[in-house]
């Protein structure tokens, strides 16, 4: 494996040498689309289609990809190079790889803030790391600083004093107003509306649903998802003072001061019937649990989306946009969607898929860990934590958790904010004590299952195999840890 | 079993004989709760604390349950009349007998409307029925006079000109103010709303649940469901006109017209945040599907609650009352919830669970039948139609379908109403083709399944052994239909 991450640093003595000048002749369909990496030559014009990121990389159609690869890592794995070099045709002439492989790559990170040494990385750039499973159950609000992060992108330094809002109207009966911006005091001086919310990756999980089959994405186990208190102006009251009257054929696009390589913004939308709603509870938020918001969770001004996937909360928040279309960003467009098993990267169009907004019902065992060695207490209980959560304000009606297959369910107990069904947007902990038989005391160990029943009374499904799908999104089977017994 | 069934109407001459008397002694658990049906006498003290029905059952302590079963016709099954027969101590004096069986107890059903023929009955008395999987899939609109029928007592005869809806406001801001009436003419005078809207039985696919263990409930095929359009007058207007205000912890509670024996109406309440909503589209409707509504479906006025349970949408409406409790009727406070697979007569506390409001995601395969024999097409494919619905306004995102037990699924075309997500009411009636590979051919049968997915990508559940529930309700697993190949 080491050494084939080494394939685009090796001349290929099979293989032809092309100039730069060759290179850049090829990219367009017609002449076909060659693109170089480190010392190698390729022509990916059969892949382009298929590529999952798109259009995106049209933007290195005869040139070098080594720049956008520092920031997009996902590229960065055994299985993507594996790929590229299937498509290897030739070696780049030695003066034209001096200006790509010496070329300064560490810029865009090198303004990324410390983060606490606890946190599980996923990937380093953009980073994504999870909360430690142990450490996450034990906290009803999720320390601040074990908050697991999700970055699309690097993160952008932005001062306090220079931050604006910008409010744009394009549709709608308010459309045609002028630009307003609001500063982060003007925010301040609306009312302070707080809520609980819990933010889970859409990809939570998803090493468990990789197991069934191999999917594209960041390897997220249960940690990917955090409960805090945040608090900030509420959209509804930013989005009334502008005259926006309720329709449901409009959206509200929000877009991050965090930047692609071609200076496009991370970007997302929502429906302005969640905007609007009052009960919706969307919160341009300053504070996570009674703190100003870091700079990983978006520092000045994060938009709050409780009850939507993670990556509706979009960070360093500069525009919103209200507009008859939703956002038209890769990650509202060609990622965070959902399909059917059989569906692959031949078949797949991301235009049928629905962006995911509400979350399904789901829960996680937090203790104990896999394969941990646990005693079962003098009255021959174990007792196992974990969270649960379920989207679109959907309370936490009940856990069961089984230690026999679902031969015998025991329910848990909850803990969870007393807020009415329909905004109850905080998670749940919950804590069983399973009683173990004479029989399973004898076995080296046992299998616990964890399943949650929301207020719609839905509940997970009990595996992966028949809601695989290729990005490993929405990965919220019954959680299954086999634990070693004393 | 038949003689079984005469159990209560034959001497037991192994047992004393009482008098009507010594019976009417026996009315608290202090003297022992005695009561009479047919010939017999039983005691059953011990009983009482887990009658499924609660305290209803004291009313006949000390005398006969024969005309409280003419109406809870759900106490006639085999199982039923053997678990009286296990409490039964010894025989009714024959002038007693007289008093009781001979007594008139048709009157209740005298006035009971004519059905469709076609409707497929899961018991006459009270009348529910389902409509035929054939012809409930053909229909994006099921036509009233074949959509299910869930009645929990004798239809009332309620005259239009004498019809008056009372409205009561016993908490809130509005609290105090006298009782209003609105007259049929005067509801049909308020501004006219429409909403596509399925309701579905709580126990709807009951029967599939049942082969994993008994329950108790009708024994419903995937026919206790409907999609009408439905109009009137909406309840955020009328209640907008009597000054409620938002407020969450309120409810409305509902009562119909059907009376039970001791002359308490059927009953039910919902949130006042779902009342309240115009995106919750509750109504009082007139019309189903552009008709009159028909005397089984509500006649004159029948609640629709969209997204919600069947039990919430109370028919023949005569009181709305906004409190600050749910309706204490036996329907929302010890029916229609659920638990977990492993809660029983003994342990169950229904104050634990949660009334079900919105329903959770589900399906069912309309054609082909269960044992259907099935020809695949010049090309190799069987063609396969149903039904997907969530509750709570969820629109459905995908319909998948496997013929090989989920090796291979396929995506099912949608036939649906475009109507905003949140409040998407209506179902979606669904076809797919399935091809079948040249092994599946040789085969004498397969089996299909079916899964919805919605709008917050909950998924159905793959089976029902961990749904499993002691009333049979939420029965939302895959459906699995075998069929036989030509």
Not at 205 to 233: D, F
Not at 392 to 403: N, P
Not at 425 to 433: C, I
Request: glycine share 8%; proline share 7%; with cysteine.
């Amino acid at each position: 494996e080491a050494a084939s991450r080494l394939w685009h640093i090796t001349v290929r003595q099979d293989l032809p040498t092309y100039s730069l000048d060759d290179v850049q002749k090829h990219n367009a369909p017609e002449q076909g689309i060659w693109i170089t990496f480190g010392l190698g030559v390729y022509d990916v014009t059969e892949f382009v289609p298929n590529h999952p990121g798109g259009d995106k990389i049209m933007m290195a159609a005869g040139s070098a990809i080594d720049s956008f690869w520092a920031i997009y890592q996902q590229h960065n794995t055994l299985e993507v190079l594996e790929l590229l070099e299937g498509f290897r045709i030739g070696n780049l002439q030695k003066d034209a790889v001096a200006a790509n492989v010496e070329e300064e790559l560490g810029s865009p990170w090198a303004q990324e803030p410390k983060r606490n040494a606890l946190l599980k990385p996923a990937s380093e750039r953009p980073f994504n790391a999870e909360t430690p499973l142990a450490l996450l159950g034990e906290h009803f609000y999720t320390p601040n600083e074990l908050f697991y992060v999700r970055n699309h992108l690097p993160v952008p330094v932005i001062q306090a004093e220079q931050y604006e809002l910008e409010l744009d109207v394009e549709a709608g009966a308010a459309a045609g107003q002028p630009t307003r911006t609001l500063t982060l005091a003007e925010l301040k001086a609306l009312p302070k509306h707080s809520v609980t919310a819990a933010i889970m990756c859409g990809g939570n999980r998803r090493s468990e649903m990789t197991r069934v089959k191999p999917v594209k994405g960041l390897s997220w186990g249960p940690g990917a998802v955090g409960n805090a208190k945040w608090s900030g102006a509420r959209l509804c009251d930013v989005l009334q003072a502008m005259g926006v009257q309720p329709n449901e054929d409009l959206h509200v696009l929000f877009e991050g001061a965090d930047l692609d390589p071609t200076s496009h913004p991370y970007g997302a939308s929502i429906p302005l019937s969640k905007a609007l709603d009052p009960r919706g509870d969307v919160v341009l938020a300053y504070e996570m649990n009674e703190e100003p918001l870091n700079r990983d969770h978006g520092y000045p001004i994060r938009v709050i989306v409780p009850g939507s996937v993670g990556a509706r909360n979009v960070k360093w928040l500069t525009r919103i946009i209200v507009a008859d279309h939703e956002s038209d960003s890769h990650w509202q467009q060609n990622d965070y969607k959902g399909f059917s098993p059989s569906t692959d990267w031949d078949t797949v169009d991301f235009k049928k898929a629905q962006a995911i907004q509400a979350m399904p019902v789901t829960s996680a065992i937090c203790t104990p860990l896999p394969n941990e060695r646990v005693k079962p207490d003098a009255e021959g209980f174990i007792t196992v934590r974990g969270y649960a959560w379920s989207g679109g304000g959907r309370r936490i009606e009940r856990v069961d958790l089984t230690s026999d297959g679902g031969k015998s369910w025991h329910v848990a107990q909850l803990e969870q904010e007393t807020v009415p069904d329909g905004r109850h947007y905080g998670w749940s902990l919950w804590t069983a004590r399973l009683p173990l038989s004479a029989e399973q005391r004898k076995q080296e160990g046992l299998e616990i299952w964890a399943k949650a029943v929301d207020s719609a009374y839905n509940v997970q499904p009990e595996a992966f195999e028949h809601i695989w799908n290729l990005r490993g999104v929405l990965a919220n089977a019954y959680h299954k840890v086999p634990v070693k017994l004393s």
